[in-house]
């Protein structure tokens, strides 16, 4: 039965991408020139014409005939002059007459704006005339010009019409994006598709759509109603010199205030930011910022340091030509003012206001909050530009970031605390919308995280005015097999601080490297390790020989198109087949236990276990020569040591692209350089030496050490029991004598992982208060530190001043005073009656009252890579 229902549109290519047109179908072309609605009507017709279907063109515009003379083809002329009553009216009737299965061309539509001068009435004759035609079983071509009809028009046809086509140029060239097709649907349909010898191809790459998108003549976002804010009143003004033939790059003191002044409503006032915005950000940049603004209001610190450090990498002089290097971003802002909206139309404000005045949420109640917002409405404008955003990515995956406005700003990182959520964006228009405005709302959400709201009472931002903006991308990388990724990912820092031998230059910096989504590069997951690479002497490892295979990555986050969600897949699993591209760039052969590099690209016929390592990458591709000098031109123009994330990828021919996601200032530990460790310290007054210290610094003198044993910590079978101790620890970080009198705290693997089975599974919240993190090494017992050098989980406790130090207790250099914490009576009931049934793995002890009046002192050098613990 629906087989009878296809018909075609006369090009082959075109019937494949849509899955062929139906009877009942109205079809409307949105174009910048008539030529390109051209393009598709002719064939059209005459396809029709040949299956012997009654076809018939429409006549009321004033413009060039959209169809030639063709034989057996009707042309009927209907003159609009008599206003939208009489010449819908005669339409209709002309319609009714003709009957059923009869396929209609139209004029363009927007003439007949020109005609009625309102763009209501075109809306209104669409929404009376289409659905006749619907019913009547007829195929209807119809045209629309871009950028001449209001956001409300457009909206109204969309929701009418079965179809609604983009089609525009970029570069001489046509481009074809499906924005609407009712009752299809395939995983590459909503791409943009550029023609080529096989038909209309879909555009997959991240990098290549978003440079087609770039060179389009077409805007974002469609035109938005007029408003008398502030900084759209400088916009225009702004605009009219422009229009008015001015050089706007003229510093006039008139177009210089202006400029400054719109660069301060849309991005912010802070005295150094705004500094390098001054000497960088361009209007032609502020304007692109306005055309991808949803809503109103500033675009926050996140998507602000991101344009700030691509603007800067272009600007500044060098032998690497930036410009060649980055791929395009086409990122979209909802501003600021969109949360403080959505929180006064869904009763949400208040709800804000007490949970900011509240001494700690817990991870309970923030879930509450999270339905709350989950349930929360947007407004039918703000609806409009999400559909407007969606529609120009398509079924490309995204991700909406949270960019606060304290976000990524000098001194206060947020590193982690607010969410980013991933959009694997598959499905009809109406699920991706739907999955979209979760994703926002969590991240609006998150605002109120735990997390978050101690982070900031603990910066003294409690009453700072902090709004939420969200950065949205599109997510980098290529389609492989059913899965969505880039082929590099990772964290780049303008400073090493882990320097793990004296070879290494600190100031060359570091980056941290994954296979596949960044995700993995800036949280603690699982038994995985990134790539650690110093940028002075990239080849250097901190591990060597058969311990390599060990401390790599064994497991990819990528987005599951197939499965449309954001998903960890292991690495022998992606690779099954072994013919991902320049797989040979990533991986090295495991033979007799140890990695060796491939010679040859090809690698589909090798039978030996793969390994991630990188080796040909970092020998074969300027790769690091690129992010070095990347890092090496940002901190100069900042005039501080800065980390950044990003994405990159290697063609065919060896050539690097890098994708720069974000760039903010970097905050050091609290002491760099040398520090000196104290000698003669008494026999049993040291409770542990470590030789692996990442960050340094002297502490005041710590009352309470909390120590979880990890042999007994190992030994616990329960894992709810191993989930709450968390909580307990952070019960016992709040503590108002704990946070008085400081404490160090101890425990096994990864504080903070997500595995449990690898530490505790802590968050910033818990630990805030502590003034050493000592995580222990036991690896029989698979607690193995990571050097989490470049984690949010690392800058947390930079930006706290924690001292972090790893200890594996069997290692030369390193000492454990065990005895002595057997001995120490364990005070965790004192401070919580009711944890007693936690006695026996987590001990607290009040050293000054267990050792008459001593208290912990802990002294780190990083520069040696020493640190001792001991009682005085």
């Known amino acids: 039965m629906m087989e009878s229902r296809i018909v075609t ?89 003709e009957g059923r299965e009869v396929f209609y061309i139209f004029d363009s539509l927007s003439a007949l704006v020109v005609e009625w001068a309102t763009d209501e009435l075109l809306a209104n004759f669409f929404q009376v005339t289409c659905p006749f035609l619907f019913e009547l079983d007829t195929v209807a071509y119809f045209a629309l010009t871009r950028g001449r009809h209001s956001h409300s028009s457009v909206a109204r046809i969309r929701d009418t019409t079965q179809l609604l086509l983009d089609v525009y140029q970029v570069k001489g060239e046509m481009c074809l994006q499906p924005i609407k097709v009712w009752d299809r649907y395939s995983p590459q349909m ?85 500094r390098l915005v001054d ?119 995204i991700i909406a970031r949270s960019s606060s406005l304290l976000e990524d700003s000098f001194g206060n990182a947020f590193a982690g605390k607010y969410h980013s959520e991933y959009c694997a964006n598959q499905g009809t228009p109406e699920d991706r919308l739907e999955a979209f405005l979760r994703a926002v709302k969590l991240v609006y959400a998150s605002a109120l995280n735990p997390d978050a709201m101690t982070y900031r009472r603990a910066r003294g931002l409690g ?5 939420m903006a969200i950065l949205v991308q599109r997510v980098s990388g290529m389609p492989y097999k059913q899965y969505f990724f880039p082929s590099l990912a990772g964290v780049a820092f303008s400073r090493n601080l882990y320097a793990w031998t004296d070879r290494i230059d600190p100031a060359r910096g570091m980056i941290r490297l994954v296979f596949g989504l960044g995700t993995r590069a800036v949280n603690r997951v699982g038994n995985d390790y990134p790539r650690m690479i110093a940028v ?34 292991p690495l022998e699993e992606v690779l099954e087949g072994r013919d991902y591209p320049n797989l040979h ?21 090798t039978t030996e276990a793969l390994v991630l390592t990188f080796s040909n990458l970092l020998a074969q591709t300027p790769f690091v020569g690129l992010i070095g000098e990347m890092l090496k031109r940002l901190e100069k123009a900042y005039g501080q040591p800065l980390d950044t994330e990003f994405t990159a990828a290697v063609d065919g021919a060896g050539r690097v692209r890098i994708n720069l996601l974000q760039c903010r200032p970097m905050r050091l530990p609290g002491a760099t350089g040398p520090v000196q ?91 805030n208060n502590t ?45 454990f005073n065990g005895a002595l914490f057997e001995k120490l009576p364990n005070v965790l009931t004192d401070l919580l009656p009711d944890a007693e049934r936690f006695r026996e793995i987590i001990r607290v002890f009040d050293l000054p009252a267990a050792t008459g009046g001593l208290h912990a002192h802990v002294v780190a050098d990083p520069q040696t890579q020493r640190a001792v613990c001991y009682l005085e």
């Open 536 to 569: 002075s002497h990239p080849q250097l490892r901190p591990e060597s020989g058969g311990r390599i295979a060990k401390y790599s990555q064994w497991e990819v986050d990528l987005i599951d198109l197939e499965h449309n969600e954001f998903a960890t897949r």
């Open 190 to 274: 909503f791409l943009p598709h550029v023609i080529s010898d096989s038909g209309w191809t879909p555009v997959f790459g991240s990098g290549d759509a978003a440079a087609l998108s770039a060179s389009a003549s077409r805007k974002p976002l469609q035109a938005r109603a007029q408003s008398i804010a502030p900084w759209e009143s400088v916009y225009r003004r702004l605009m009219q010199y422009h229009e008015a033939g001015m050089d706007l790059d003229e510093k006039t003191p008139e177009i210089s205030a202006l400029k400054q002044e719109l660069s301060r409503m849309m991005i912010g006032t802070h005295p150094e930011f705004s």
């Open 279 to 397: 000497n960088y950000i361009t209007l032609d940049d502020l304007f692109a910022i306005r055309d991808r603004l949803i809503g109103s209001g500033r675009i926050g610190g996140k998507a602000a340091g991101m344009l700030l450090a691509r603007r800067i990498l272009v600007a500044e002089p060098g032998e690497i030509d930036f410009a060649e290097v980055l791929e395009n971003h086409d990122s979209f802002y909802i501003g600021s003012d969109v949360f403080f909206t959505f929180l006064v139309n869904n009763d949400l404000f208040r709800l804000r206001l007490q949970l900011s005045r509240a001494t700690r949420i817990s991870h309970e109640e923030f879930a509450e909050v999270e339905k709350r917002f989950l349930a929360g409405r947007f407004s039918p404008e703000i609806m409009e530009q999400f559909r407007d955003m969606l529609a120009y990515f398509g079924q490309a995956p």
């Open 9 to 97: 549109s006369g090009l082959a290519s075109l019937d494949q991408v849509l899955q062929g047109l139906r009877l009942g179908d109205n079809v409307v072309w949105q174009v910048d020139r008539l030529e390109d609605y051209m393009h598709f009507a002719e064939p059209f017709a005459r396809q029709a014409i040949r299956d012997g279907r009654r076809t018939i063109y429409f006549r009321f515009a004033p413009h060039p005939p959209i169809l030639p003379a063709i034989e057996g083809l009707e042309t009927i002329t209907v003159s609009p002059h008599a206003g939208f009553d009489s010449f819908s009216g005669n339409l209709n009737q002309i319609i009714e007459a």
């Open 771 to 815: 003034a050493v993190l000592v995580e222990m090494a036991r690896e029989e017992a698979g607690q193995v530190p990571e050097v989490s050098y470049g984690t949010h989980f690392f800058l947390d406790l930079v930006e706290a001043q924690i001292i972090y130090l790893p200890v594996y207790p069997g290692d030369q250099e390193a000492e």
């Open 585 to 605: 760039l990533l991986v090295s052969l495991m033979k007799d236990g140890y990695p060796a590099d491939p010679w040859k690209s090809r690698l589909e016929t």
């Open 677 to 767: 460790l104290p000698e003669n310290i008494p026999p049993g007054r040291v409770l542990f030496r470590s030789g692996r210290t990442i960050s340094g610094g002297v502490t005041v003198p710590i009352r309470y050490l909390l120590f979880i044993d990890p042999a007994r910590y190992g030994a616990i079978e329960t894992p709810e029991v191993k989930k709450s101790l968390g909580r307990i620890v952070g019960r016992i970080n709040e503590h108002p004598d704990v946070a008085a009198g400081r404490i160090l705290m101890m425990g096994p693997g990864r504080w903070g992982s997500s595995n449990i089975e690898l530490g505790v599974n802590v968050t910033y919240a818990d630990i």
């Open 463 to 467: 009453e700072s005015d902090e709004q």
